[in-house]
C-alpha cells in the first residue's frame, strides 16, 4: 500500500513537471520575479475621450511589450487588426525602430536620436517619489509622481521585479529605473493609460527585435514621413 502511494506521488509530480514545460513552451507561464524573457499584457483606456464613442471602439485596448536580453518590443493594434504600431527598442545596438502595418501596407523607420531626445523630452517636466506602493499583475510596485508637461500631475507605478535592465532608456521615463505597470502616455494627441494585466515568461523569438537587412516585407521609410502617416490616421486631427 505505501509503495503504491510513493508511485502515485511520483506520477502526480512528474506530470505537474511536464504540465509546467509545456504551458512555458507553447504559451508560457505566469512569470516570477526576475525573469528576463517573456510578455506583459497591458489594458489600454482613454482618459481624455468618451468610452463609448465610436472613435474609442476602433482604437487599441491592447499593448503587448516583448522582452528579451534587455531588448523590447511593444505592439499595440486597432481597427480589427487592420492597423498595428510596433516600437522596438534594441538595447544592444542602442537603435529604435518604428513599424506601422496599415491594412495591406507595411512601414519601418529607425528613429535617430534627436528625434528621439525631441519625443521624450517633449512629455514629462519632473519625476518624483510618490511614496505609496501597489501590486499589479501579481507584482510589488512603486509609485512615482509625474508632471507634464502641461502642469498635469499623474501617478504611475513600476516594478524592479522583472529583469530587464534599464527599461525605459527609449521613454519619456528613463529617469525611472524599473519596468512601468501603469502609466500614461500620450502621442499624436491622444492619451493612453495603460496598465499591466498579466506577465508572462515565454519563449520571445530574436526577430521580434530586427528586421533582417534583405527584408523586403516592410518599406523603409524616413521618420518624418512615418510620423505624418500617423498624424494623419488620428480621429482627432481630423
Not at 480589427?80 to 545596438?93: E, F, K, R
Not at 499623474?154 to 524592479?160: A, D
Request: aromatic share 8%; proline share 3%.
Amino acid at each position: 500500500m505505501r509503495k503504491n502511494l510513493i508511485i502515485i506521488i511520483i506520477l502526480v509530480f512528474v506530470a505537474g513537471i511536464a504540465v509546467v514545460f509545456y504551458l512555458y513552451k507553447n504559451g508560457g507561464i505566469l512569470g516570477g520575479k526576475d525573469i528576463s524573457e517573456g510578455v506583459i499584457e497591458y489594458d489600454i483606456t482613454y482618459p481624455k475621450l468618451d468610452p463609448n464613442s465610436m472613435m474609442v471602439s476602433g482604437m487599441p485596448s491592447k499593448a503587448y511589450l516583448r522582452f528579451k536580453g534587455n531588448n523590447m518590443s511593444n505592439d499595440m493594434s486597432g481597427m480589427m487588426g487592420l492597423i498595428s504600431i510596433t516600437y522596438i527598442s534594441n538595447h544592444q545596438s542602442r537603435v529604435v525602430e518604428q513599424r506601422l502595418t496599415l491594412i495591406n501596407k507595411k512601414y519601418a523607420s529607425e528613429i535617430s536620436a534627436d528625434d528621439l531626445k525631441r519625443l521624450n523630452d517633449s512629455y514629462l517636466s519632473s519625476v518624483e517619489d510618490g511614496g505609496g506602493s501597489a501590486e499589479i499583475a501579481g507584482y510589488k510596485c512603486k509609485e512615482a509622481i509625474v508632471k507634464l508637461m502641461d502642469g498635469e500631475q499623474v501617478k504611475i507605478y513600476y516594478t524592479n521585479d522583472i529583469g530587464i535592465e534599464n527599461p525605459n532608456w527609449s521613454n519619456p521615463y528613463s529617469k525611472i529605473d524599473g519596468v512601468l505597470m501603469e502609466f500614461q502616455m500620450e502621442r499624436y494627441g491622444v492619451v493612453m493609460h495603460l496598465r499591466a494585466k498579466s506577465v508572462l515568461a515565454q519563449k520571445v523569438e530574436d526577430e521580434a527585435f530586427q528586421i533582417p537587412a534583405d527584408s523586403t516585407e516592410y518599406k523603409k521609410i524616413i521618420f518624418s514621413e512615418l510620423e505624418k502617416i500617423l498624424e494623419e490616421l488620428n480621429p482627432g486631427s481630423n
